[in-house]
């Protein structure tokens, strides 16, 4: 009996704990918006889409890369009603070099491109964490870069204040992993394809109801 009811005590305060941290998220969103989405935030979608998608992510990051197909899928299945709103949270060492390689990439009008390609090939230079930067200066002409311009543009000091900035939203947020998900400022809680469906379906239903 004690132990059933330390199980529903548990069960009780972890749900108050989400109930109450979706509340501070969506108080946070209505209040500064800018904490999810940035200016110089790269977008995918329409820019009139009622869905907003922010993930926090590091191009290394082996779940971002598993990810990243379901996401363009439900995109797909959902034409004009979410936009992808991508932020760095680069925990990795090292990991803030290829933000600045794709960040570089951007100004070259290959960012997608570049993202998409960095994460098809990351068996090969990021493979468990064991990056191998050389291996994928190798890959990167595939995206049609420029490369020796991609060597200068990563130093720019621009592109280190976005990591900057977007450090700071990490730890505003409070987000410990990649990827970090929240829809239309509601938090991923749960992680796993099935939940992030979910609580994407549940503000395509409050945003477009049929």
């Known amino acids: 009996v004690t132990c059933?009811?330390?199980i529903f005590a548990f069960v009780m305060a972890s749900n108050y704990y989400k109930d109450s941290q979706a509340q501070e998220y969506g108080a946070m969103a209505d209040e500064d918006a800018r904490v999810f989405v940035r200016p110089h935030s790269p977008?995918?979608?329409s820019e009139d889409a009622k869905v907003i998608l922010v993930e926090f992510m590091d191009p290394a990051c082996e779940t971002c890369a598993a990810f990243a197909p379901f996401i363009k899928q439900f995109m797909a299945?959902?034409?004009g009603k979410i936009k992808l709103v991508m932020r760095y949270a680069p925990f990795h060492e090292g990991a803030d070099d290829f933000v600045k390689i794709l960040e570089?990439?951007?100004m070259q009008g290959k960012y997608w491109e570049t993202l998409d390609l960095m994460f098809r090939t990351q068996n090969i230079w990021a493979s468990h964490h064991d990056y191998q930067p050389q291996r994928l200066w190798e890959i990167l002409p595939a995206a049609g870069l420029d490369i020796e311009r991609i060597k200068q543009d990563?130093?720019?000091p621009a592109i280190a204040g976005i990591i900057e900035q977007d450090m700071a939203d990490v730890k505003?947020?409070?987000v410990?992993?990649?990827?970090g998900y929240f829809v239309n400022g509601k938090p991923l809680q749960t992680?796993?394809?099935r939940q992030l469906e979910q609580l994407i379906q549940a503000e395509l239903d409050a945003q477009y109801p049929q």
Do not use: E, H, I
């Open 172 to 174: 505003a947020l409070n």
């Open 43 to 45: 977008t995918l979608g």
């Open 191 to 193: 992680f796993g394809y």
């Open 104 to 106: 570089a990439a951007r």
């Open 176 to 179: 410990q992993k990649t990827p």
């Open 77 to 79: 299945a959902n034409p």
């Open 154 to 156: 990563m130093q720019s």
């Open 4 to 6: 059933l009811v330390l």
